[in-house]
């Protein structure tokens, strides 16, 4: 190919470059592109990758902490102070008291289920005891508790004196009757003092009462008596009406 023939080809692929890359987009609106258009035969160029746009990275600063510091507590003074309310409660109405009428129970009237009476001490009969619940009422009458003194006679010299003091003493023990085991020992509270009983009425216990609870079960008793200056004395076993026909 000639030189000439060559310019004119330039010419005209310059000319090609000027339409498609700058008089059209002016036409259409879009952008101007100067890259030159493939030819036939030769490959396209590949374009140049532009540079990669830079996401901005947000920078968050903070701020360090402030560390305050507390007031010191003040110290007591030694003065007291005065509290006051936060809140006020509503005083209470003042409680009426009424005296409610007297509704105890009148007393259980009791029959007597056996009697044991006597001046001496011994062993008693056994008894069965049916009934689940029973009293022991008992009394003693004892010799006085006094001093007492005796002057020998004078005939064969001087005379000798013989004294002794009076201590009255009353015992009763319970025991089963199948086994002889002891079930409660009984002994008059206060001790005995018929003199002091006697100058004040007030202060005569008699009679003693023990109470027994046996449940539903059956068992039998019998009583060892152990007296001492004793004139006499009398155990009543006692139960109440209410067990009549029942057992």
């Known amino acids: 190919m000639e030189k000439r023939d060559i310019a004119i080809l330039m010419l005209a692929l310059a000319g090609m470059v000027i339409l498609a890359g700058v008089v059209k987009p002016l036409l259409t609106g879009q952008s101007i592109d100067l890259s030159l258009p493939p030819l036939p035969g030769i490959l396209p160029a590949e374009p140049t990758p532009g540079p990669t746009p830079e996401t901005p990275i947000t920078r968050v600063t903070t701020a360090p902490p402030t560390t305050e510091t507390p007031p010191p507590t003040p110290t007591w003074s030694g003065k007291p102070q005065t509290l006051g309310y936060v809140a006020l409660v509503t005083p209470s109405p003042t409680p009426s008291f009424s005296i409610l009428p007297d509704t105890s129970a009148p007393p259980e009237k009791l029959l007597t289920y056996a009697t044991i009476q006597s001046h001496a001490g011994g062993i008693t009969q056994a008894m069965a005891m049916p009934f689940p619940y029973w009293e022991l009422h008992y009394t003693v009458d004892p010799w006085e508790t006094t001093f007492v003194g005796e002057t020998s006679s004078k005939m064969a010299g001087q005379a000798d004196y013989f004294a002794s003091e009076i201590f009255p003493s ?19 509270q206060g001790g005995l003092n018929a003199k002091l009983w006697k100058e004040n009425k007030e202060n005569d216990p008699r009679p003693w009462i023990e109470k027994f609870y046996e449940g539903t079960t059956t068992r039998s008793y019998y009583f060892v008596v152990n007296t001492h200056m004793i ?3 009398k155990m009543e076993v006692k139960v109440p009406e209410r067990y009549l026909g029942k057992y």
């Open 170 to 188: 009353f015992s009763i023990e319970v025991r089963d009757a199948a086994d002889g085991s002891l079930v409660r020992k009984i002994e008059p």
């Open 231 to 233: 004139h006499s004395y």
